[in-house]
């Protein structure tokens, strides 16, 4: 199978899940976030992730995430890692009061890097997360423990293939991810299945360790009794060193 006909099997893919339900609730947002990973010696580096996550047609800041890591380099292509995440929720009630919740997360993930191509890389992510989520107000008794496997994978495209190696130049990204809750799903949303985001995006890589993006992500998520459709604007940065 050619380079070209795997790519457009895997952007397919992306939409295949979100494409069930445009019948049902949309919403559209605007997220910005921040990636960067370090590597320490040959075996040991860390990561982080800041995320600012809007409301729906940008009317409020819904969620602010915090993402740290320690990471551990099996190999080049082969990162495991163990983390903690925290989540600032806010909201409003029918009446227009405010409110917010806390949510704690643990969690450990396995990364492996393919190539499909001389230039052209295929990650694979799989992560489990331990959630604690808070009390929604000061007066409740709401909060609960649950756990969620996550399977991402992530193409990046370079529109100029001049080198084996990808340093610098305009690029597509691919990817998607799947949510599922195996622990307490009663009490996210009754279901096993949780959400889809399919991503496709824009870039530039300014040098080995910096690039840019901007795209558009389909999150699908699924409610006890319906589903969401958030079509999110995002842009990030991603920085190595």
Do not use: C
């Given at each position: 199978?050619?380079?070209?006909?795997?790519?457009?099997?895997?952007?397919?893919?992306?939409?295949?899940?979100?494409?069930?339900?445009?019948?049902?609730?949309?919403?559209?947002?605007?997220?910005?976030?921040?990636f960067h990973?370090?590597?320490?010696?040959e075996h040991w580096?860390?990561s982080f992730?800041?995320?600012?996550?809007?409301?729906?047609?940008?009317?409020?800041?819904?969620?602010?995430?915090?993402r740290?890591?320690?990471n551990?380099?099996?190999a080049?292509?082969?990162?495991g890692a163990?983390?903690?995440?925290?989540?600032a929720?806010?909201?409003?009630?029918?009446?227009?009061d405010?409110t917010?919740?806390p949510?704690?997360?643990?969690?450990q993930?396995?990364?492996?890097?393919h190539k499909?191509s001389?230039?052209?890389?295929?990650?694979h992510?799989?992560?489990?997360?331990?959630?604690?989520l808070?009390?929604?107000?000061?007066?409740?008794?709401?909060?609960?423990f649950?756990?969620?496997?996550?399977?991402?994978?992530?193409?990046?495209?370079?529109?100029?293939?001049?080198?084996a190696?990808?340093?610098?130049?305009?690029?597509?990204?691919?990817?998607?991810?799947v949510?599922?809750?195996?622990q307490?799903?009663?009490?996210?949303?009754?279901?096993?299945?949780?959400?889809?985001?399919a991503?496709?995006?824009?870039?530039y890589?300014?040098?080995?360790?910096i690039?840019?993006?901007t795209?558009?992500l389909?999150?699908?998520?699924?409610q006890?009794e319906?589903?969401?459709i958030?079509?999110v604007?995002?842009?990030?940065?991603?920085?190595?060193?």
């Amino acid at each position: 199978m050619q380079l070209k006909e795997k790519l457009l099997i895997f952007a397919a893919l992306l939409f295949i899940v979100p494409a069930r339900s445009f019948a049902q609730d949309n919403q559209f947002s605007g997220w910005a976030a921040v990636f960067h990973s370090q590597k320490l010696s040959e075996h040991w580096g860390y990561s982080f992730d800041g995320q600012l996550r809007s409301h729906d047609e940008l009317s409020y800041l819904k969620h602010i995430l915090l993402r740290p890591s320690a990471n551990y380099y099996f190999a080049k292509n082969k990162v495991g890692a163990l983390g903690y995440a925290y989540i600032a929720t806010y909201g409003r009630t029918t009446a227009g009061d405010q409110t917010f919740r806390p949510e704690h997360r643990l969690w450990q993930q396995y990364t492996y890097t393919h190539k499909l191509s001389k230039n052209v890389n295929l990650a694979h992510r799989l992560r489990l997360e331990q959630r604690f989520l808070g009390n929604t107000a000061a007066t409740k008794n709401d909060n609960y423990f649950a756990q969620r496997f996550r399977y991402f994978a992530r193409a990046i495209v370079p529109l100029k293939r001049d080198s084996a190696v990808f340093a610098q130049g305009p690029f597509v990204a691919l990817q998607n991810e799947v949510f599922v809750n195996i622990q307490n799903k009663n009490k996210v949303n009754k279901h096993f299945f949780d959400q889809n985001r399919a991503y496709v995006a824009i870039g530039y890589r300014i040098n080995k360790m910096i690039d840019v993006e901007t795209g558009y992500l389909n999150q699908y998520i699924k409610q006890a009794e319906a589903y969401t459709i958030n079509h999110v604007a995002q842009l990030a940065f991603y920085t190595r060193f």
